[in-house]
């Protein structure tokens, strides 16, 4: 659920090496996505929470994620008439419009972000973790492509800790059933020292990643981690996890977050460097992509700095302290799998939410909720009022969508933000009075 | 309608309005330190809850009858109607006689409320069920059952009891007694639906998720032999129809009659699925908490909150339509229900495939307004009809 960028998507603005070497890399994968059918190559859709892109690519197969192509589609202009597509098709206009913008995309030719033909799947790998859509999505794109699933069924963290019986639930299933699917798909047999070195490089780019989002913690924030977060900090990992561009890429962004520390540089958004950080805020819940860059600025020209967010954990939390461990291969995805953000029950969430606050010595958090995602959005209202509770921090509240241009309400939400952000300066004054 | 009929009827819709749940305060203070254990649909293992001498109450909101004060300060609009009734319930402290809480795993509203549950009640019982999506006795299985003995031992824990296997085998025999009724009673229905009108029966089977279920077992027995006893209940030329989509939030009765007397007899549905989720009997005999895995694994009714590994979606609701005779199927699902808005268009895919009529709407627990219903009704089941005289 992550962003990724792509030759043709921008927020455009400044760019560091980081950014152009992510726009090769995701422009590269997409190609050979396109090649994929005439090189022989296989292709697996899979979603990103829960992703095993060790596992697949371990098998030499090409992962594509449907809501990766779904908020490309967003930021392209292009979702609201692939929505309209799937409602012309029947879908109700009251679920997720990642969905309905994936099948209308579908319908339409199927044409990726670098504007060629993505490859039809192979195996859908139905990983459901923290997203009951997930398992509808996959069963309406089983219907439309006709090819097989791998159900990879991940238990929901309820209760805050892993269970060993949970781990054995996902390892029992990665071996009767998604490794014996991998195999057919791709006709190779499954190698675990291929996936321990892959292991390998994934936990060196996770010490990178986990770096570059602590060094928000420092006053001011070199990076965004929402905004900077989902475009340029957190999207590589997903498709480039286990490799050694992977972590080349995090290596070159630790040192730029390192030199704009040295510095004292604020974060790189589309606008220039912001220069001055008058609020340091978390966020919670996923941002609206099909105005992506206005909603950004609107942050930025408050001087506002989100300094933690919950939506760049969707795809691993790797800031709690996990990283993949190459000596016990599947018991370590199963981990990861159960460990990302929205696979966790409400009060973990709420207390992370709480421990970024303090860490990140923010002044304020704010909530984007989205029509689309209940997985994100049920018991947002209650999170708000007892984070609030805990804390001390006063909360904002805002609601928007994922990629259905019908529900983005720019002064609305603009205002919304302003007043949140007057609020908090109103709070200031009246401490220091 | 005979007085012992319409008082049978009346005693359960009294039990249904009943927010309070007076009668499982009276269950409960009829024995000493007898406990309740609330549950929101589709399924949970009610026989667990039962062998440790505790009454599963089902929660499914409150309808239409219940001003929502607190709860819509808890969800934003667009999330289904459902938690914010049963959140105004338990913030009024009408849910204050239950001991515990299960949230099954259907829709990441109700796995929401289970952790909004936890923050705002600490102090009470409360447990996500994550049911299997994997149904292969080796994996699904062994998960399974490692779920069940964790719920047996809370059971037991909270019951102050721990359960044992021979009053669990007891537990099932009697939900196989109750579920063979309801069965029985669906059966019936289907033969004579204007015998056994949907607005009757859903009634009555409703009032299981308050009763013990012995006494809903003789609750819907005393119903079989008394329906058939008005002489003045006929068949009149309406469509035979499925409705689909109703598992989780209920429609207000309203709705129910307005379907009926909008030319349509109900012949199956899948209201309050989670009383008949399990298709069939479970065995009596050996390892009871393995007969109840077994059962989940291969007897669990096909619904949205289901994955079904084969991916033929829609064949039990095929099979349902040929069974029951049915002319037609109105997709009837609550506003922003996920799992049945999602399901839809499969369905809709295979009744186009098999060329079977139908139409859909959606509906809240508080609807007040039936025109439109009614109308799109009349109109499907006229359509029905005057294509079948064709």
């Known amino acids: 659920m992550t962003a990724s960028s792509s030759p043709r998507v921008s927020v455009e603005g400044d760019k560091e090496r980081s950014m152009l070497l992510q726009k090769q890399m995701i422009a590269g994968h997409y190609t050979a996505l396109s090649r994929a059918p005439q090189e022989g190559r296989k292709v697996v859709y899979t979603f990103v929470p829960g992703n095993l892109t060790e596992l697949l690519r371990s098998f030499d197969l090409l992962p594509v994620l449907p809501e990766i192509n779904a908020l490309q589609s967003g930021m392209r202009k292009l979702s609201g008439d692939y929505i309209a597509e799937a409602e012309k098709h029947g879908h109700s206009e009251d679920v997720c419009t990642y969905v309905k913008c994936d099948i209308g995309m579908l319908k339409k030719g199927n044409i990726g972000p670098t504007g060629e033909r993505l490859p039809p799947p192979d195996l859908l790998l139905l990983s459901y973790t923290g997203c009951f859509t997930f398992m509808k999505w996959f069963e309406l794109l089983r219907q439309e492509y006709d090819c097989p699933v791998a159900m990879l069924h991940v238990p929901y963290q309820s209760e805050g800790h892993i269970l060993p019986h949970h781990v054995d639930y996902i390892v029992q299933q990665l071996r009767t059933e998604v490794i014996p699917k991998l195999e057919q798909v791709s006709g190779l047999r499954y190698d675990e020292d291929r996936l321990r070195e892959m292991l390998r490089l994934s936990a060196q780019a996770e010490d990178d990643l986990v770096w570059v989002l602590e060094s928000a913690k420092h006053v001011p924030s070199p990076i965004d981690a929402y905004f900077g977060g989902v475009y340029y900090i957190g999207p590589m990992f997903t498709a480039f996890r286990g490799t050694a561009e992977g972590v080349s890429y995090y290596r070159v962004l630790r040192e730029e977050v390192e030199g704009r520390l040295r510095e004292g540089l604020g974060p790189l958004t589309p606008e220039g460097s912001q220069e001055k950080e008058r609020y340091r805020l978390v966020m919670e819940g996923p941002p609206n992509w099909t105005r992506f860059r206005e909603f950004w600025k609107m942050f930025y020209d408050e001087g506002a700095v989100i300094v933690a967010s919950s939506y760049t954990k969707v795809g691993g939390l790797?800031?709690?302290?996990?990283?993949?461990?190459?000596?016990?291969?599947?018991?370590?995805?199963?981990?990861?799998?159960?460990?990302?953000?929205?696979?966790?029950?409400?009060?973990?969430?709420?207390?992370l939410l709480e421990r970024y606050i303090r860490e990140y010595r923010a002044g304020g958090f704010m909530i984007n909720s989205i029509k689309s995602c209940n997985s994100f959005s049920v018991g947002q209202l209650l999170m708000l009022r007892q984070l609030e509770q805990r804390t001390g921090v006063p909360g904002g509240f805002i609601e928007s969508d994922l990629v259905d241009p019908r529900y983005f309400s720019a002064a609305n939400i603009k205002n919304r933000i302003e007043s949140y952000l007057q609020m908090l300066d109103q709070k200031r004054t009246g401490v220091n009075a | 309608m005979s007085a012992e009929l319409a008082n049978l009827i009346t005693h359960a819709q009294e039990l249904n309005d009943d927010f309070d749940l007076t009668s499982v305060r009276a269950w409960k203070e009829a024995g000493t330190g007898r406990k309740a254990i609330g549950h929101m649909p589709i399924y949970v293992p009610r026989e667990l809850i039962h062998a440790a001498g505790m009454l599963p109450v089902g929660i499914v909101g409150a309808g239409e009858r219940l001003e929502i004060i607190r709860g819509d300060a808890y969800f934003q609009s667009y999330i289904c109607h459902i938690p914010r009734s049963t959140i105004e319930l338990a913030l009024s402290r009408r849910l204050d006689v239950l001991d515990g809480m299960l949230f099954p795993s259907i829709c990441d509203v109700i796995r929401n409320l289970s952790g909004m549950w936890a923050m705002l009640f600490p102090e009470r019982y409360v447990r996500y069920v994550d049911l299997p999506q994997n149904f292969e006795s080796q994996t699904g299985g062994v998960y399974w059952r490692r779920e069940l003995e964790t719920l047996r031992d809370d059971f037991g824990r909270l019951s102050g009891k721990p359960i044992e296997d021979a009053t669990l085998r007891d537990s099932i025999a009697v939900y196989n007694e109750n579920r063979s009724t309801i069965r029985e009673l669906y059966r019936a229905r289907s033969r004579q639906p204007w015998v056994y009108p949907t607005s009757e029966v859903y009634v009555l089977l409703r009032a299981g998720n308050l009763l013990a279920p012995e006494d809903h077992t003789a609750l819907l027995r005393e119903y079989l032999r008394l329906a058939p006893l008005e002489t003045d209940r006929r068949d009149r030329d309406q469509s035979r129809v499925v409705l689909v989509g109703m598992f989780c939030e209920q429609p207000p009765l309203g709705l129910l009659l307005t379907l009926e007397r909008a030319g349509c007899w109900v012949v199956d549905d899948d209201l309050l699925l989670g009383l008949r989720w399990?298709?069939?009997?479970?065995?009596?005999?050996?390892?009871?908490?393995?007969?109840?895995?077994?059962?989940?694994?291969?007897?669990?009714?096909?619904?949205?909150?289901?994955?079904?590994?084969?991916?033929?979606?829609?064949?039990?609701?095929?099979?349902?339509?040929?069974?029951?005779?049915?002319?037609?199927?109105?997709?009837?699902?609550?506003?922003?229900?996920?799992?049945?808005?999602?399901?839809?268009?499969?369905?809709?895919?295979?009744?186009?495939?098999?060329?079977?009529?139908?139409?859909?709407?959606?509906?809240?627990?508080?609807?007040?307004?039936?025109?439109?219903?009614?109308?799109?009704?009349?109109?499907?089941?006229?359509?029905?009809?005057?294509?079948?005289?064709?």
């Open chain 1, 318 to 351: 790797y800031d709690g302290g996990f990283r993949h461990d190459p000596e016990r291969p599947l018991e370590t995805l199963a981990e990861y799998c159960m460990g990302c953000y929205t696979n966790l029950g409400l009060p973990t969430r709420l207390a």
């Open chain 2, 278 to 390: 399990i298709m069939g009997e479970i065995s009596c005999a050996g390892d009871p908490l393995q007969a109840l895995v077994e059962a989940f694994l291969t007897k669990s009714a096909e619904t949205a909150a289901r994955y079904l590994p084969d991916g033929q979606h829609g064949g039990a609701l095929v099979e349902s339509v040929r069974r029951n005779r049915a002319e037609g199927v109105i997709f009837c699902a609550p506003s922003f229900c996920d799992p049945a808005l999602l399901e839809q268009p499969m369905l809709i895919t295979r009744l186009d495939r098999e060329g079977i009529p139908h139409t859909q709407f959606k509906y809240s627990e508080d609807t007040g307004q039936f025109a439109v219903t009614r109308e799109q009704a009349g109109t499907f089941s006229d359509s029905i009809r005057l294509w079948s005289q064709a």
